[in-house]
């Protein structure tokens, strides 16, 4: 496991030109200074929206219109989240907008009006 895809999010993070003396030490600057800047006004990925991702893997079932016969497509990716940026999610390219859904009555109506609210 590598620091990309582990569970426990790792920065590492190296300090130039302070020196160590009695009234800040580097360890009291990166508490201090640094930590706020990194957990407030830092976003390393994603949405600000969004707070989880959790993903599988999934075979899509389909039928054959001529046979009725069950097919079987190749392995797909189901990507579920807590919170909710559906407007900024439909304009990345790679996102299939055709199955994209969400439970957000409220932002469904923000974004695909009333009739899809309904």
């Known amino acids: ?7 426990r999010l790792v920065v590492r993070c190296r300090v130039n030109n302070i020196e160590d003396d009695e009234d800040e030490t580097v360890p009291m600057y990166l508490k201090n ?14 949405f600000p929206e969004i707070s989880k ?5 999934y ?5 054959c219109p001529e ?3 069950l097919l079987l497509t190749d392995d797909n990716w189901l ?7 559906l407007a ?9 907008t055709t199955r994209t859904v969400s439970n957000d009555n409220l932002e469904i109506l923000q974004v695909f009006g009333v009739e899809a609210a309904r």
């Open 79 to 85: 990507i579920e989240t807590d919170g909710t940026a």
């Open 88 to 96: 900024k999610i439909l304009t990345k390219a790679k996102v299939d």
């Open 67 to 69: 046979t009725g016969k």
């Open 1 to 7: 496991m590598s620091d990309e895809n582990c569970e």
């Open 53 to 57: 991702v959790t993903f599988s893997k």
């Open 33 to 46: 200074e640094f930590e706020p800047l990194i957990l407030n006004q830092l976003q390393l990925k994603g």
């Open 59 to 63: 075979q899509a079932h389909d039928y």
